[in-house]
């Protein structure tokens, strides 16, 4: 973890005491350029997420939400208390990370998926002797994508010798809360179609669940796109990682897009939102443009630079 810096130490690294009581109705004090560039940093170093671009008011919003709620009153004592405290870091997490997404939300990508990608490996490992085809969407958000991705795999492989795992991951504990719930709005939901909502979804009251031939593929976990501890140990198929590059400076999203690659299989296929890393080479990945969107494929088998 990284070492605490002059922030944390300039006010004596002092932390509230347990069971503080929330600050309500106090006013939201400046982030000084000193605490702004510490924070960043902070944010950028454990997680690639850029605050620097035009967004520091939804860093400054959340640091002070989070310090409403623990009674702290300074962004230093913060500060100091986030680099004891690593269950909070999660709940600031959960307030800087934006969970925006929905089920199909890039349809070309789901009709690659399962008109080229899922038609062209499922012959390849069964030749390998392998019986399954692991999916990764990596940044799930609340599971919409993940869902997307296990309904097009198993539209595609029925009467495939082939099973399918989808594994969805996320730094956010509360998106993937509601990811593991599998329940959705009406609304939410509104962008399957139809045949595929009635066949893979059930209405419940207000909402719509997963049903279980679609839940029992699908796994969640934690994990940090810069934590290669954290990554699924199983090299992937295909890993759908969309609208999270976004969030992240060049450097950044150079390296999580090279821990992706580590973590496919040969031949395997990343797929970025379209332009999300346009232009950025990544060593053992080739780009390929396919009739719907373009993809990214593992070239060798060794690990990427
Ligand atoms: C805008 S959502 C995109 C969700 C989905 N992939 C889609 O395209 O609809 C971005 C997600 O990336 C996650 N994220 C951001 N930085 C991350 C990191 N370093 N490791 C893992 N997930 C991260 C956020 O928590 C958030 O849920």
Not at 41 to 68: D, K, Y
Not at 169 to 197: F, N
Not at 203 to 230: K, M, P, W, Y
Request: net charge neutral; hydrophobic share 40%.
């Amino acid at each position: 973890m990284a070492a605490a810096p002059n922030l944390a130490n300039a006010l004596n690294g002092a932390t509230p005491l347990d069971g503080a009581t929330p600050l309500h109705g106090t006013i939201r004090p400046e982030l000084s350029k000193f605490e702004q560039e510490t924070w960043c940093s902070l944010v950028e170093r454990r997680c690639g997420i850029s605050f620097s671009n035009g967004r520091l008011h939804v860093l400054h919003a959340g640091l002070w939400e989070e310090m409403q709620r623990l009674g702290i009153a300074s962004f230093g004592e913060y500060y100091a208390h986030i680099l004891r405290h690593a269950s909070d870091w999660n709940s600031l997490l959960d307030r800087l990370t934006n969970n925006e997404t929905s089920f199909f939300r890039h349809m070309p990508s789901f009709l690659t998926l399962s008109e080229e990608l899922l038609p062209l490996l499922a012959p390849e490992r069964l030749r390998q002797g392998a019986k399954r085809l692991s999916l990764w969407s990596a940044g799930c958000s609340s599971g919409e994508e993940a869902w997307s991705m296990a309904i097009a795999a198993k539209e595609t492989a029925a009467g495939w010798h082939c099973e399918i795992a989808v594994l969805g991951c996320d730094l956010s504990t509360r998106a993937l809360a509601a990811a593991r719930r599998a329940r959705y709005s009406q609304r939410a939901v509104a962008a399957i179609p139809e045949q595929l909502r009635r066949q893979y979804l059930i209405q419940d009251g207000a909402e719509c669940e997963i049903r279980a031939g679609i839940r029992n593929i699908v796994r969640f976990d934690q994990f940090n796109l810069f934590e290669r501890s954290t990554y699924p140990t199983q090299l992937q198929d295909v890993i759908f990682c969309q609208n999270v590059f976004i969030y992240f400076g060049d450097k950044m999203r150079a390296r999580a897009a090279s821990n992706l690659t580590e973590c496919l299989a040969p031949g395997g296929f990343l797929v970025p939102a379209p332009g999300e890393l346009a232009g950025l080479p990544i060593p053992g990945l080739e780009v390929l443009r396919l009739q719907h969107t373009t993809v990214l494929r593992r070239t060798t088998s060794t690990p990427a630079a």
